[in-house]
């Protein structure tokens, strides 16, 4: 099955600054990658996303990047505001099923 | 937002007890989704319902027990769990599961279960 794996696990910024989060992949045939943010006791919710005929996609500070031939992925937040943090999940849609990475918790400290 | 609910938010329960965990979405998806939530592990996939049918089953152990009695219901049944089995349950639903590119997933709020 697909493998995701994510990094890196915790990541502290100064407001304003941008923050990068990054996944791999190893099933090639994996087609379609979002991104989850997880406020504190929140659900996870879809923040962006993208598909494998796409290189990348912006949504105002929020951009993701693909690389297909690589198998990476990453998330970009541009402009950072405490309240972007919580904790980001890529996943990949394999097969039949999400494969998710472990998550990354963005701390942005102003 | 109240597309996908859970209840109970929190449980407790005794190694012995049977509870159940309840799930229901209001965005007509076709397909339902348990998944559980550990610390520093990915969301595992545990149940999957298409048209409430089981189409997967994550060799999850048997003292976890799916229901969905329609579309928009999903139960998970729980009886004889372990304290290993203490997690963030999150029930999900997505548009259909078979085509699945772009299909986005839908979360709860998920269940907290602490099994003591």
């Known amino acids: 099955g697909e493998n995701v794996e994510q990094h890196p696990s915790t990541l502290s910024v100064q407001e304003g600054d941008s923050a990068v989060i990054k996944c791999t992949y190893s099933?090639?045939?994996?087609?379609?990658f979002p991104w989850y943010k997880q406020e504190l006791g929140k659900r996870p919710q879809l923040i962006i996303d993208?598909?494998?005929?796409?290189g990348e996609k912006k949504d105002q500070r929020i951009a993701v990047t693909l690389n297909k031939t690589a198998k990476h992925f990453s998330l970009h937040i541009t402009e950072t505001q405490p309240e972007d943090s919580a904790v980001y999940f890529c996943?990949?849609?394999?097969?039949?099923?999400?494969?998710f990475g472990t998550g990354t918790s963005l701390t942005v400290i102003p | 937002e109240t597309g996908v609910t859970q209840t109970p938010r929190h449980l407790v329960m005794g190694m012995t007890n049977k509870k159940s965990l309840k799930c229901e979405q209001h965005?007509?998806?076709?397909?339902m989704y348990w998944y559980k939530q550990s610390a520093k592990k990915p969301l595992e996939l545990m149940f999957v319902y298409s048209l409430e049918e089981r189409v997967e089953n994550n060799s999850v152990p048997s003292r976890f027990s799916p229901e969905c009695p329609n579309s928009s219901h999903l139960f998970l049944h729980l009886h004889t769990l372990q304290p290993e089995d203490s997690a963030l349950y999150l029930c999900?639903?997505?548009?259909?599961?078979?085509f699945g590119a772009g299909n986005t997933i839908y979360f709860g709020e998920g269940s907290w279960l602490t099994v003591v």
């Open positions: 999900a639903s997505s548009q259909d599961h078979l």
């Open positions: 099933d090639s045939a994996s087609n379609y």
């Open positions: 996943a990949a849609w394999s097969g039949n099923q999400f494969y």
């Open positions: 965005l007509g998806h076709n397909a």
């Open positions: 993208i598909r494998s005929n796409v």
